[in-house]
């Protein structure tokens, strides 16, 4: 019913800089939270940012003042710019959607599929 898909992963060396997005379609009401999340080899999924309707944001301690989340709620689009990256943010990075598909207030979480920022030192 809803896909999520990312773009904007890659191969930078640290101290360089990338743009994920995400963007979300199919029956669709309503998005409350978009947010991104990462799960490097061997750990768990960790949050690293999430942004409100409203535009409130949320950071993961290890990401604030490198990271900014964003969004365009006209495009259902998250996006993530990542500045001052460093080896330990290679990861798979995950977006998801909490979403409503009609108006009658149950909401449910989406995840797109992964992709891959690899940070070389």
């Known amino acids: 019913q809803v896909q999520l898909v990312e773009s904007g992963g890659g191969l930078v060396q640290a101290g360089g800089s990338l743009r994920l997005s995400c963007v979300a379609s199919?029956?669709?009401?309503?998005?409350?939270?978009m947010g991104w999340y990462r799960q490097a080899p061997g750990k768990q999924r960790e949050l690293v940012a999430t942004?409100?309707?409203?535009?409130?944001?949320n950071y993961a301690d290890s990401v604030k003042g490198r990271f900014t989340i964003s969004r365009d709620n006209a495009k259902n689009t998250v996006y993530l710019q990542m500045n001052s990256l460093k080896p330990e943010d290679t990861a798979v990075y995950y977006c998801?959607?909490?979403?409503?598909?009609?108006?009658?207030?149950?909401?449910?979480?989406?995840w797109g599929q992964g992709t891959q920022v690899t940070v070389s030192s």
């Open positions: 998801n959607a909490d979403l409503m598909h009609d108006g009658s207030g149950y909401q449910f979480r989406y």
């Open positions: 199919g029956r669709i009401f309503s998005i409350n939270v």
């Open positions: 942004v409100t309707s409203g535009g409130s944001t």
